[in-house]
């Protein structure tokens, strides 16, 4: 995992399977508005990036995600944060990217019929695709390390201390 401050948020960048686990933990620290999911195609596999805004101090996180074209599977957080779903839904009809366990993973703008996904870089504007088009190489990858655990909530002034006695 790759953590970095960019602007007033924070931005991790994960490996696929390491994205459930913090989406979990950034839930359980009280990350309940998702602002968006937005898919994009990187040129070498596809991004999945999640942006979330705790509501009670406003702060920010970003989570992004890549996966290869061959299997762009990412897990859903719909049960996360259920409004979601359209935006997962979303990026799999303009991209292809798959949301393991969302429960009605279908086509959101165009018709099930339509067998492209738009938005990929290997099709012209007309759908038709690109004579010669190969994905560019997979950028190395970032050391993974552990991300940090959450930290404890603050006692409110008057409450019991771990000894019994309210101060």
Same mark, same amino acid.
């Given at each position: ?12 960048? $994960?490996?696929?399977?390491d994205y459930r686990a913090l989406c979990e933990r950034l839930a359980a620290e009280g990350y309940d508005f998702p602002r968006a999911i937005s898919g994009l195609d990187m040129g070498y596999g596809l991004r999945v990036t999640l942006q979330l805004t705790r509501m009670k101090d406003l702060a920010k996180v970003t ?10 599977? $990412?897990?859903? $957080?719909?049960?996360?944060?259920? =409004? $979601? ?10 991209? #292809?990217?798959?949301?393991? #366990? ?23 504007? #007309? ?35 771990? =000894? #019994?006695?309210?101060?």
């Amino acid at each position: 995992m790759k953590q970095e401050r960019l602007f007033d948020e924070d931005v991790y960048t $994960v490996h696929p399977e390491d994205y459930r686990a913090l989406c979990e933990r950034l839930a359980a620290e009280g990350y309940d508005f998702p602002r968006a999911i937005s898919g994009l195609d990187m040129g070498y596999g596809l991004r999945v990036t999640l942006q979330l805004t705790r509501m009670k101090d406003l702060a920010k996180v970003t989570v992004r995600t890549d996966v290869p074209y061959e299997d762009p599977v $990412v897990p859903s $957080v719909t049960d996360l944060w259920p =409004g $979601v779903e359209w935006y997962e839904r979303e990026a799999y009809d303009m991209l #292809g990217i798959r949301f393991a #366990g969302h429960p009605d993973l279908r086509r959101i703008l165009l018709e099930d019929e339509w067998a492209l996904h738009p938005l990929l870089k290997r099709y012209d504007t #007309g759908g038709y695709p690109l004579p010669g088009w190969e994905p560019a190489p997979w950028p190395d990858p970032e050391p993974w390390t552990p991300p940090p655990p959450p930290e404890p909530e603050p006692e409110a002034e008057g409450e019991a201390s771990e =000894g #019994g006695e309210a101060s």
